[in-house]
């Protein structure tokens, strides 16, 4: 199904197998996929359905898309037929008793207006088009440090060992304890076993006179010419750049293969001074907006809920119940 759809939609992040894999980071998430197929028309959604027990109000269902980005795929963008399809899935919702369903939209898909009438601006992401001179796209300082990492002793790999692969989860855990992330952030064993299984999964190291300095996970799609970074890592170093400098060299190895976005993502947070966002930043001018979609199937339901629970915390949050 997910190969069927128009090749600029078969984006990796949205691609089945990366859906299953991420439900291993919760043992709450089940994973569904929901297929709407009518004639030539297809429709693909891939999601978690979550359970959490509350008190007084029993189990409360909803829908959320895995870690980073979601949406809704089709092979067509004829309105009537993408709306009968989402009033399928609607139907679907009400009779698994699902309350509310949220969506990171990925910033490349379009048309989401079709299946998420309430929508809301949530932050600024960055993505580099590989058509355009990458270097000279960077910022100014950006390009001098670049310049002058390239000619250093660095080497690029695509790791594949067990070894390389454990490596990188201890640089991670490391980068994660530094900048003092959430729990969300720490990823259990299963989770990389499935991510390094996937052959969409790529392991890039830059190693600095023989020393691993920073590694980066990235997904890529062939079909879709998109590569997204997912996940990064590094060691702080006076004397190098090595992130900057990883991120470079990966984004001119997908521009060597025609790829056509290397997609980078945005900050940690909704804030335009965001650090990590303008770390982004420094690598291209072309940003895009990222959108949060949601659809609630029992509206009385679900503000009775928020009416009994809602905290100044909880006010612009649409899963405003359970912790993330």
């Given at each position: 199904m997910y190969r069927s759809m128009p090749p600029e939609y078969q984006i990796p992040s949205l691609m089945p197998d990366y859906a299953n894999v991420d439900s291993f980071r919760d043992t709450r998430h089940k994973q569904v996929f929901w297929i709407y197929s009518k004639s030539s028309f297809k429709c693909l959604r891939s999601f978690h359905v979550i359970t959490t027990v509350i008190s007084g109000w029993g189990e409360i269902k909803d829908i959320?898309?895995?870690?980073?980005?979601?949406?809704?795929?089709?092979?067509?963008?004829?309105?009537?037929?993408?709306?009968?399809?989402?009033?399928?899935?609607?139907?679907?919702?009400?009779?698994?008793?699902?309350?509310?369903?949220?969506?990171?939209?990925?910033?490349?898909?379009?048309?989401?207006?079709?299946?998420?009438?309430?929508?809301?601006?949530?932050?600024?992401?960055?993505?580099?088009?590989?058509?355009?001179?990458?270097?000279?796209?960077?910022?100014?300082?950006?390009?001098?440090?670049?310049?002058?990492?390239?000619?250093?002793?660095?080497?690029l790999i695509c790791a594949k060992s067990d070894a390389e692969m454990a490596l990188f989860k201890s640089l991670y855990a490391e980068t994660m304890r530094r900048a003092d992330a959430q729990k969300f952030y720490f990823f259990n064993d299963q989770y990389y076993e499935g991510l390094?299984?996937?052959?969409?999964?790529?392991?890039?190291?830059?190693?600095?006179?023989?020393?691993?300095?920073?590694?980066?996970?990235?997904?890529?799609?062939?079909?879709?010419?998109?590569?997204?970074?997912?996940?990064?890592?590094?060691?702080?170093?006076?004397?190098?750049?090595?992130?900057?400098?990883?991120?470079?060299?990966?984004?001119?190895?997908?521009?060597?293969?025609?790829?056509?976005?290397?997609?980078?993502?945005?900050?940690?947070?909704?804030?335009?001074?965001?650090?990590?966002?303008?770390?982004?930043?420094?690598?291209?001018?072309?940003l895009l907006q990222f959108d949060v979609g949601f659809n609630v199937f029992n509206a009385a339901k679900y503000d009775k809920l928020r009416l009994a629970s809602e905290t100044p915390c909880h006010s612009t949050r649409v899963i405003f119940y359970r912790e993330h």
């Open positions: 959320e898309y895995p870690y980073g980005y979601g949406g809704v795929i089709c092979t067509s963008r004829n309105g009537i037929l993408r709306a009968q399809a989402h009033q399928e899935f609607c139907a679907w919702a009400h009779e698994e008793n699902i309350l509310v369903e949220f969506c990171r939209i990925h910033p490349l898909l379009t048309r989401q207006q079709d299946f998420f009438p309430y929508k809301q601006r949530n932050r600024d992401v960055v993505c580099i088009d590989l058509a355009d001179d990458i270097i000279s796209g960077y910022q100014r300082r950006r390009r001098s440090y670049i310049r002058t990492e390239i000619k250093k002793d660095i080497r390094f299984r996937l052959d969409t999964t790529k392991l890039w190291l830059i190693y600095y006179a023989g020393l691993p300095l920073a590694g980066a996970i990235v997904l890529e799609s062939e079909n879709s010419r998109v590569a997204e970074y997912h996940l990064g890592a590094y060691v702080i170093s006076n004397n190098h750049r090595p992130m900057e400098t990883l991120l470079h060299l990966i984004a001119e190895h997908y521009k060597s293969r025609q790829f056509r976005y290397f997609y980078l993502g945005g900050g940690r947070s909704t804030s335009d001074n965001d650090t990590l966002l303008n770390f982004k930043r420094g690598f291209s001018k072309n």
